[in-house]
């Protein structure tokens, strides 16, 4: 009875004001910038408590696939709630996580046959990193432990993963935790020079990456890299000519290959995998996010047989002794197995071909506004520039924009001055347009 005399007495923003500490916000900002209370979704649109629809056009931060309160989902869960909610993975097994990891291998083909589970992406990035450090304590001599990371590259936010991010907001604070690694230029399309191409770009990047090993290979673990897109790196996209020359170059020097496609996997670049854009399949490849839908944490790794062996022993100590206390739980899985079956029995990854001219149609206007640059798109994700000497504030502009979007009823969250939609893979035509006519309002409103 308390709780709901409290419902009654106290508006939910203050509440979660007085009460949660939000992520990635400076908390003293709400003070002249609200929060926004939602209290229910459907299919791509939430809403406030007041009933005020908002279209989902970042997937509520890159994770919603198929819609919110999906009805297949929301099926597979009540349906697994119903037999076990969650089971140690120590020692025992169930039906779901075994179904979803021999799903998972067979969707590369089985070139990646093991898979290790945990909720978050920076956690999956963790097991990488581990399991890459401790193969070349069995396996090489002089044991192999530096990582190598890319320009403006974003893995997460505990430690391990925060050494191979290079976004500084998020790094300056922690510096002196974090372990020492090399960084290499990114292969950014953007900075093609006139008469260059993506594939220029790409082929420069790697062939610093290449004087990079040739030098220092023999104490150099892996080479972690976002595959295509470097999403928190304001979108920054790369041909995949990059991943080929880099597969190459780690098979030469014996460095291990880590894909992270905790953004980019699960269809988001056009195929499942963002990796088989350009035909390869790395050492280690992670997946969170979209892989339960948006709808549970849920993260993993995937790794090779050769990797997997080099843990296999008698002694304890040879193997991987990493463990979350949700690791591969039944609901998150039977939510994942929901959102493999809808790519099978939907034809998504066909219907995104249509769904991503959708949405570049709906932003062509973005194309011949002389006030943008760089307008781009993977697959489902298409963002674009807004040139530096247009912006009457750059500290302020995306947090502006962002406040003109809800106006305008769609949920974007723009990166510095960059400006993106990724959103859920169910968007009618007309949604789609409705999205890019309310980014443009908020942008022109923003800049006036």
Not at 98 to 105: A, F, G
Not at 370 to 399: S, Y
Request: charged residues 20%; proline residues 4%; glycine residues 6%.
């Amino acid at each position: 009875m308390k709780v709901i005399s409290d419902l009654n007495q106290a508006a939910l923003v203050d509440r979660s004001l007085a009460a949660v500490w939000h992520p990635c916000t400076q908390m003293k900002q709400h003070e002249s910038f609200p929060l926004v209370a939602i209290t229910k979704g459907k299919g791509a649109w939430l809403y406030d408590e007041n009933g005020n629809a908002l279209l989902d056009a970042i997937s509520s931060w890159w994770t919603n696939l198929f819609g919110h309160s999906n009805t297949r989902i929301n099926h597979a869960i009540t349906e697994q709630l119903e037999k076990i909610e969650h089971v140690m993975l120590a020692g025992f097994t169930h039906p779901p996580v075994v179904e979803l990891s021999e799903k998972l291998s067979a969707l590369t083909k089985h070139h990646l046959g093991h898979v290790f589970y945990a909720s978050d992406g920076a956690s999956a990035v963790e097991i990488a990193l581990k399991m890459s450090h401790h193969y070349w304590q069995l396996n090489s001599k002089p044991q192999k432990k530096k990582f190598v990371c890319v320009e403006n590259g974003y893995h997460g936010e505990t430690l391990g993963a925060l050494a191979v991010t290079d976004v500084a907001i998020f790094r300056e604070a922690y510096g002196s935790l974090l372990q020492d690694v090399y960084t290499v230029t990114s292969p950014d399309a953007r900075k093609a020079k006139v008469g260059e191409t993506a594939d220029d770009v790409a082929k420069h990047a790697a062939k610093q990456l290449e004087e990079l090993f040739a030098k220092e290979h023999q104490q150099i673990a892996a080479f972690i890299v976002e595959p295509l897109v470097q999403c928190a790196g304001q979108m920054a996209m790369h041909s995949p000519e990059y991943l080929r020359l880099v597969r190459e170059l780690c098979n030469r020097y014996e460095v291990h290959l880590i894909a992270d496609e905790i953004a980019v996997g699960c269809g988001r670049s056009g195929k499942f995998f963002a990796c088989e854009h350009a035909g390869i399949w790395p050492d280690f490849l992670t997946l969170s996010k979209g892989i339960s839908g948006g709808y549970l944490p849920l993260s993993l790794c995937l790794t090779t047989d050769q990797i997997y062996q080099a843990f296999y022993g008698d002694q304890t100590s040879q193997g991987f002794l990493h463990s979350h206390s949700y690791t591969g739980n039944p609901l998150a899985c039977a939510a994942a197995l929901a959102c493999l079956e809808i790519f099978e029995s939907e034809n998504v990854l066909e219907k995104n071909v249509e769904r991503s001219q959708d949405l570049a149609n709906a932003f062509t206007w973005a194309k011949l506004d002389p006030r943008i640059e760089h307008w781009r798109q993977q697959g489902m994700i298409l963002a674009f520039d807004v040139k530096n000497n247009c912006l009457k504030n750059p500290k302020t502009f995306a947090r502006t924009m962002f406040a003109n979007s809800l106006e305008a009823a769609v949920l974007i969250r723009p990166i510095g001055n960059t400006i993106y939609v990724m959103p859920p893979y169910i968007l009618s035509s007309e949604e789609t347009m409705q999205l890019g006519k309310a980014v443009q309002l908020a942008l022109e409103k923003t800049l006036v």
